[in-house]
T-cell receptor, first 115, second 114 residues
Framework: EAGVAQSPRYKIIEKRQSVAFWCNPISGHATLYWYQQILGQGPKLLIQFQNNGVVDDSQLPKDRFSAERLKGVDSTLKIQPAKLEDSAVYLC?????????????FGPGTRLTVT | AQSVTQLGSHVSVSEGALVLLRCNYSSSVPPYLFWYVQYPNQGLQLLLKYTSAATLVKGINGFEAEFKKSETSFHLTKPSAHMSDAAEYFCAVSGETSYDKVIFGPGTSLSVIP
């Protein structure tokens, strides 16, 4: 079974530029999550999708961050414009819901550096 | 509101020694509790989870954790550390439904000294 795929793995941009991350979850997983992991901290949930609907986006900075999950499969997370404090690893995870609460499968992450 | 604290941001043990990583949680509802491991430049991987069944939970790679409601703790242990155990470990708490957010602790970095 293929794991969660993310691209790119690394991205360096200047502040005020825009950037987009892509995630392909495990096949058949209805729930998809985007997390922000700042160096030295645990992952913080940005947005949770159930199929193509948003379940929780309470911690998503909506003035600059947006996310979509078209057709309930792949997802993209966009930042526009980026700020220095957005430097972090962006993790995508998916779960089937059937395997049990909290059993999430994580991708390798995208490391974003904003200069 | 749910929260997780992990005592000790860095823990060093000798190879073959006991590993003990501490986790305390706060939850207003019966919690589900998890330990995840993150190796360098990789995503998180589930080590084990507690879902109100047995209080002693066994996970992968020889790790286990014990749920103690009276102490609101879920400490992770392994009898004998291996070099390959060096990684970042995260404790997490969630509610009972798949719609409940998983809250991660700040993490503990484990170093294993040969």
């Amino acid at each position: 079974e293929a794991g969660v795929a993310q691209s790119p793995r690394y991205k360096i941009i200047e502040k005020r530029q825009s950037v987009a991350f892509w995630c392909n979850p495990i096949s058949g997983h209805a729930t998809l999550y985007w997390y922000q992991q700042i160096l030295g901290q645990g992952p913080k949930l940005l947005i949770q999708f159930q199929n193509n609907g948003v379940v929780d986006d309470s911690q998503l900075p909506k003035d600059r961050f947006s996310a979509e999950r078209l057709k309930g499969v792949d997802s993209t997370l966009k930042i526009q414009p980026a700020k220095l404090e957005d430097s972090a690893v962006y993790l995508c995870a998916s779960s089937s819901g059937l395997a049990g609460v909290g059993e999430q499968y994580f991708g390798p992450g995208t490391r974003l550096t904003v200069t | 509101a749910q929260s997780v604290t992990q005592l000790g941001s860095h823990v060093s043990v000798s190879e073959g020694a006991l590993v003990l990583l501490r986790c305390n949680y706060s939850s207003s509802v019966p919690p589900y509790l998890f330990w995840y491991v993150q190796y360098p430049n990789q995503g998180l991987q589930l080590l084990l989870k507690y879902t109100s069944a047995a209080t002693l939970v066994k996970g992968i790679n020889g790790f286990e954790a014990e749920f103690k409601k009276s102490e609101t703790s879920f400490h992770l242990t392994k009898p004998s550390a291996h070099m390959s155990d060096a990684a970042e470990y995260f404790c997490a708490v969630s509610g009972e439904t798949s719609y409940d957010k998983v809250i991660f602790g700040p993490g503990t970095s484990l170093s294993v000294i040969p």
